[in-house]
Structures are given as structure tokens and as C-alpha cells.
């Protein structure tokens, strides 16, 4: 998976959480025992439902512009 985007006007009705259940599934199915992924810092939307989905913090990343 690339990227999960929700439209705005319909977040919040379960969609990225169904989306996130089918995920799980494929790579059950795959024998895919770990997910890895990223966000921007400041989506705060993105950071509260991986949060939800009990998906663990375990690095950071930055960088300085030269």
C-alpha cells in the first residue's frame, strides 16, 4: 500500500478503518506479520487514527535544508 487518503467530507464514517481491516486480511493471507508506515508530522489526523490502530512509534525522521 502507497497511501490511504479519505475525502474530507467523508472521514469519519469508518471507511479508513474498514480500508486498514482489509490491509490486515491481505497480508495475513500473504504471511505478512509486519506493517510498516509513515506520515507527514504535522497530519495530526493521520498520527490519531494510526494511534487508533495501535500502531506503535519507533523512529523519526529529519533533515536540515542546506
Not at 34 to 40: K, N, S, V
Not at 50 to 62: I, L
Amino acid at each position: 500500500m502507497h497511501q490511504l487518503n479519505i475525502v474530507e467530507s467523508q472521514a469519519h464514517k469508518g471507511y479508513g478503518k474498514k480500508l486498514m481491516n482489509e490491509v490486515y486480511e491481505i497480508a495475513k493471507k500473504n504471511d505478512i506479520d509486519l506493517i510498516e508506515l509513515d506520515y507527514w508530522f504535522e497530519n495530526i489526523a493521520a498520527k490519531e487514527f494510526y494511534k487508533k490502530q495501535n500502531f506503535k512509534k519507533y523512529r523519526e525522521f529529519a533533515f536540515k535544508q542546506l
